[in-house]
């Protein structure tokens, strides 16, 4: 049971480029969420998911979008990076029924120059 | 608009004391949840409380829930180096957008 994985550990993009941030889980999760941690602060919600095909905005969704085709996977893509996306970002998940308690990947560093 | 506050946003204190952290948050809320955050990894869970006066314990750490005054407290007793790290407190009113604290740095000393 691996629980949930990020990729890549640690990116450096350029202005302008794009990339996907993978993240996956195993634990047959309905809920993921993506969200950034910058330095002294805590983490603030990008978007979120409740299931497959559904998909929806949180705290800070400019500049990303996502898409759910499976369970397992919730990627989040940045459309043309800029240096305000230099970030920590986190993946978490959780069942939508029970306690909520959600799950984190090991997170993603990502430098945008 | 839900906000969250912590504080205090540092703590430094002995080993063998005991001390609280606050967390306030802006709105009625269904669930608190606390996490605690090692430097450069990743958050662990430490307590859902999903109650008004759930209270619940794992070893030194003690967490608690008044939904009426909207606070929810994270106690620590008799600290140990171990507990260094930064706790966040986190909540959500039931639509899955959690909204987070901006943590609180704690240092034990020996």
């Known amino acids: 049971n691996a629980g949930v994985t990020q990729t890549p550990k640690f990116q450096v993009l350029k202005t302008g480029q794009s990339m996907t941030l993978q993240c996956a889980q195993d634990?047959?999760?309905?809920?993921m969420s993506w969200y950034r941690q910058d330095p002294g602060m805590g983490l603030r919600l990008i978007h979120y998911?409740?299931?497959?095909?559904?998909?929806d905005q949180g705290e800070v969704p400019n500049g990303y979008n996502v898409s759910r085709s499976t369970t397992e996977d919730f990627p989040l893509r940045l459309l043309s990076a800029a240096p305000s996306q230099t970030s920590v970002y986190f993946c978490a998940s959780s069942y939508v029924s029970g306690d909520y308690e959600q799950y984190f990947g090991p997170g993603t560093r990502l430098t945008v120059t | 608009e839900l906000k969250v506050e912590q504080n205090p946003l540092f703590l430094s204190m002995q080993e063998g004391k005991n001390y609280t952290i606050y967390c306030n948050y802006s709105t009625t809320s269904d669930r608190l949840y606390w996490y605690r955050q090692d430097p450069g990894k990743s958050l662990e869970s430490l307590f859902v409380l999903l109650s008004n006066g759930a209270v619940k314990q794992e070893g030194r750490l003690m967490a608690s829930l008044d939904t009426k005054a909207r606070l929810s407290t994270l106690h620590i007793t008799a600290a140990v180096h171990d507990l260094s790290a930064t706790y966040f407190c986190a909540v959500d009113r039931g639509t899955y957008k959690y909204i987070f604290g901006t943590g609180t740095r704690l240092k034990v000393l020996a």
């Open positions: 998911s409740v299931g497959a095909g559904i998909t």
């Open positions: 634990m047959n999760h309905e809920y």
